[in-house]
């Protein structure tokens, strides 16, 4: 999947699915919400929490 389709999918810029990928860009608990629904993973596999960040 692109990251153009990612972004259409969740309603968002591809701009920002890239600041995601990059780790520049924090996004909202809905939008994780989204990617975990679009991608059939719990949240705590695309992300991880990092002590002190």
Same mark, same amino acid.
């Given at each position: 999947m692109t990251q153009e389709e990612l972004a259409g999918k969740i309603g968002v810029s591809r701009q920002t699915? $890239? $600041?995601i990928e990059r780790g520049?860009?924090?996004? *909202?608990?809905? @939008?994780? @919400?989204?990617l975990?629904?679009?991608?059939s993973v719990p949240v705590d596999e695309l992300f991880i929490l990092r *002590?002190?960040?």
């Open positions: 699915i $890239a $600041a520049t860009y924090n996004p *909202s608990v809905v @939008l994780v @919400l989204k975990s629904k679009v991608f *002590s002190g960040h």
